[in-house]
């Protein structure tokens, strides 16, 4: 688990990644997974606690530090039961300790806690340096673009705990304690799609890594000895594992696309997006003003098609019909112009597909009609993306998404639009 993202003001990836040694999720502060579920956790420092600073009154700082107690407690047994399972935790080292005047705050943060009692002494630096000596080679790809350090800290005697990750010169910087909890000091990660795959695909890989090698670590030279068919089977678990990879991407990108049953405000419109562009091959364009505004466009960059993007806890109301014309006029297109309501509905109360697929009702449906205005329910357009990538769909999609007002209902076998006209026969 990559735990709390948006406590040091990092947006949530679109899907989780996924690696042949590891899989990374991610999830917010207030998560119902717990630690325990997981093998690892990752974590920024700081997530647990906020500084307030002012003056007092004769002019001296202070500052005072305030806990999130309840999460914090709660969180601190699921990372026991982590431990106790054989599990580890990577703490990202990225801010200064503040204990908070007369001491308050010690334990007001995770990472303050697992390293209580660790260490003789630290020093907080008066700045972020940058450019930390990395110890093992493992951690060297990550700290040469992410290393830094506020903080470095003072062992007792010649105890071979911790296990060095970096130094500051001569001071420890970042380190390993118990073979299970790593503390690595480290820049906060540009706030990019790109730069949060890069950040945590090389984290994860130092970490996992070491893990495996103080789990077991054979030496170097033992390795030298290779058995007759040891080559070839090597190399063949390196096809094997390049195939689970790909595989493995292939997934995520579906698990991605169905969040759309789960997604709302601009997340589900970011998932919509990715649809039509990656499974559907459309050229889109968001319409800046309006976040829940999306445009099919030709590929000489006129309009085709005018989308909005909707996530409800309910079902279809006669007002979510209504925004879409009138959103379509103010993003200046006429009532003729093309317009699709892609619409996530019962978000909150559907517990199976069952639940999920509950039909548009007839008046809507109508009232869609007269407005010219195309209903799509985000299951229909998964399961519209699953009749064209099985083979079953032969329509041109573009002309799908330009068909007069209605639902396009989409069942597992086919689609057909509702309307209310009567159908022949």
């Avoid at 990644?17 to 990374?24: I, T």
């Amino acid at each position: 688990m990559v735990y709390a993202l948006e406590k040091v003001g990092l947006t949530f990836p679109k899907a989780d990644f996924r690696k042949r040694n590891y899989h990374l999720h991610f999830e917010p502060f207030d998560s119902r997974r717990r630690f325990n579920e997981f093998d690892g956790l990752v974590l920024f420092q700081g997530c647990f606690e906020e500084v307030e600073t002012g003056r007092d009154y004769w002019g001296y700082v202070y500052e005072n530090v305030r806990c999130a107690k309840n999460e914090l407690d709660k969180r601190l047994n699921e990372a026991t039961l982590l431990l106790e399972k054989g599990g580890y935790i990577c703490v990202i080292l990225c801010r200064r300790f503040v204990d908070g005047s007369n001491r308050q705050g010690k334990r007001t943060d995770m990472a303050k806690i697992l390293l209580e009692g660790r260490f003789s002494g630290r020093r907080d630096l008066a700045a972020r340096v940058p450019g930390v000596r990395c110890v093992r080679s493992e951690f060297s790809n990550f700290l040469d673009l992410y290393g830094a350090c506020w903080t470095t800290f003072m062992t007792y005697g010649n105890s071979t705990e911790p296990k060095p990750i970096a130094m500051l010169d001569s001071e420890l910087a970042g380190m390993i304690l118990s073979d299970s909890l790593f503390f690595v000091p480290a820049l906060i990660p540009e706030n990019d799609e790109s730069r949060l795959s890069e950040f945590f695909t090389l984290l994860a890989d130092a970490v996992v890594t070491t893990r495996r090698k103080l789990v077991f670590e054979l030496p170097d030279w033992a390795d030298k000895l290779l058995f007759p068919t040891e080559p070839s089977l090597r190399e063949e678990r390196t096809q094997a594992m390049a195939r689970i990879e790909e595989i493995e991407a292939k997934l995520d990108i579906y698990q991605g696309y169905k969040k759309a049953l789960i997604q709302g405000d601009e997340q589900l419109v970011e998932t919509v997006k990715r649809i039509l562009e990656e499974g559907f091959r459309l050229k889109v364009h968001s319409i800046d003003e309006y976040r829940e505004d999306l445009k099919i466009m030709s590929d000489d960059g006129t309009p085709l098609v005018f989308c909005e993007i909707k996530g409800v806890s309910g079902g279809i109301k006669r007002e979510y019909v209504n925004q879409a014309d009138s959103h379509r006029e103010r993003a200046g297109m006429p009532s003729t112009f093309p317009a699709v309501l892609i619409i996530n509905t019962h978000i909150k109360n559907a517990r199976s597909l069952e639940e999920k697929d509950k039909d548009v009702p007839a008046d809507q449906v109508a009232h869609a009609k007269n407005q010219n205005v195309l209903v799509m329910r985000t299951l229909d357009l998964l399961r519209l993306l699953r009749l064209l990538e099985g083979g079953i769909l032969k329509e041109n999609v573009l002309d799908l998404f330009r068909r007069p007002g209605g639902w396009l209902r989409v069942s597992d076998e086919k689609w057909e639009l509702i309307d209310d006209r009567p159908k022949d026969g």
